[in-house]
């Protein structure tokens, strides 16, 4: 299911940063479900960022250091903060939200590193 709503993808110069926010329905919303994954041209899905149940995060081993979950300022949102972006971190990033039987996605958002 597509609920979630992503915001503001773009083009960034390497080493630049970006903000993505993912802003989630209230009656799905849990803090501890959310996270980010993103998808390159020819490969799959993966898991950036996510928190977890007890309330620590994770992270892709690429982008530990530079990329950062956290909660939003606003109701029920989750952000994305990027740091030191690379062109490899160039793909669509999905927000999700884990829940059963079937996980809520957003519709993808595009984020380009060049220069």
């Known amino acids: 299911q597509v609920l979630l709503v992503e915001s503001v993808g773009g083009l960034v110069q390497p080493g630049g940063s970006l903000t993505l926010t993912c802003t989630c329905p209230?009656?799905?919303?849990?803090?501890?479900?959310m996270g980010w994954y993103r998808q390159a041209p020819g490969k799959q899905r993966e898991l950036v960022a996510a928190?977890?149940?007890?309330?620590?995060?994770k992270y892709l081993d690429s982008v530990k250091d530079r990329f950062t979950i956290s909660r939003g300022n606003a109701k029920n949102t989750v952000i994305l903060r990027m740091n030191s972006l690379k062109p490899e971190d160039t793909a669509d990033y999905y927000c999700?939200?884990?829940?059963?039987?079937?996980?809520?996605w957003g519709k993808g958002i595009l984020v380009t590193v060049s220069s």
């Open positions: 928190f977890a149940s007890n309330s620590s995060t």
């Open positions: 999700n939200r884990r829940a059963f039987p079937g996980d809520y």
């Open positions: 209230g009656r799905i919303f849990s803090l501890y479900a």
